[in-house]
């Protein structure tokens, strides 16, 4: 049995836990705190190894970062302090980890990842693609099971706005929107994104998908639609397993 560590950073929350990564299980309820505000690259990774130091692990670590990260190196962070954008987060992140071996995935590339692997995706053939709503949106797309980094669909301007800024779990919130309007726009995001890539599947994920109940009738689209399975795990899950084999 092999149990990393994998934490999972987001725009509202970071969360932990050590995972079973034979079983995509964790093995210790996960923990939690608030995602320091301004979210800068040092309060950030101060909240990360306090999290992670309330374990007993080791190994490397996975972490899923809310932003584009290409081997450590941060793209795009829109949902944390810009002064990310040009870093080295597994650097940084792994020096106030002890120096334990840190490897970084996109957040909702680990999610996808964890769904594809032991969720609600698991054995799916073709273009699967999991949404995360939650602060932002984030998009994961898979095909037979193999991971094409970084999309970044929840920038995509419909009709003149972000589609994060409508139809993200924060867009619900903020904007006091009802439900079925919140689901237009979510409905319209989906659809833009069949015309662009004919998805086989969708994974909804994020916090909100465990309230999918409440909006999966209304949304009309082509493409088959599943909850996410391993919900507000999965993050921690997916990033443990990026660790796992080194993404
Ligand atoms: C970021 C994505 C991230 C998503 C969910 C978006 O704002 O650009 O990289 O996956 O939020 O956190």
């Given at each position: 049995m092999t149990i990393l560590m994998g934490v999972d950073i987001g725009g509202s929350g970071i969360k932990a836990a050590p995972v079973d990564v034979g079983t995509g299980t964790l093995t210790e309820p996960r923990r939690k705190l608030?995602?320091?505000?301004?979210?800068?690259?040092?309060?950030?990774?101060?909240?990360?190894?306090?999290?992670?130091?309330?374990f007993d692990?080791?190994?490397?670590?996975?972490?899923?970062?809310?932003?584009?990260?290409r081997r450590g190196y941060v793209g795009t962070a829109a949902n944390l302090e810009p002064s990310w954008i040009g870093l080295d987060a597994a650097t940084l992140l792994s020096s106030s980890l002890s120096k334990r071996p840190v490897v970084t995935i996109n957040d909702a590339d680990a999610a996808g990842l964890a769904e594809v692997r032991f969720g609600a995706a698991q054995g799916v053939l073709g273009v699967v693609v999991t949404v995360t709503l939650g602060t932002?949106?984030?998009?994961?797309?898979?095909?037979?099971?193999?991971?094409?980094p970084n999309t970044?669909?929840?920038?995509?301007?419909?009709?003149?706005?972000?589609?994060?800024?409508l139809a993200s779990g924060r867009a619900r919130n903020a904007e006091d929107m009802g439900w079925r309007h919140w689901t237009?726009?979510?409905e319209e995001f989906l659809i833009t994104l069949e015309r662009?890539?004919?998805p086989d599947l969708f994974i909804i994920g994020g916090g909100i998908s465990a309230e999918f109940d409440r909006f999966c009738a209304d949304?009309?689209?082509?493409?088959?639609?599943?909850?996410?399975?391993?919900?507000n795990d999965a993050g921690i899950v997916?990033?443990?397993?990026?660790?796992?084999?080194?993404?």
């Open positions: 608030a995602t320091p505000r301004p979210a800068t690259p040092d309060s950030v990774a101060l909240a990360v190894s306090d999290l992670a130091g309330g692990s080791v190994g490397p670590i996975g972490v899923g970062f809310p932003g584009v990260v932002g949106i984030g998009t994961a797309v898979f095909n037979n099971g193999v991971l094409a970044e669909y929840g920038h995509l301007v419909i009709a003149g706005v972000e589609a994060e800024r237009r726009h979510l662009l890539i004919w949304l009309h689209v082509d493409t088959p639609i599943r909850a996410a399975s391993l919900g997916g990033a443990a397993l990026a660790a796992a084999e080194d993404f």
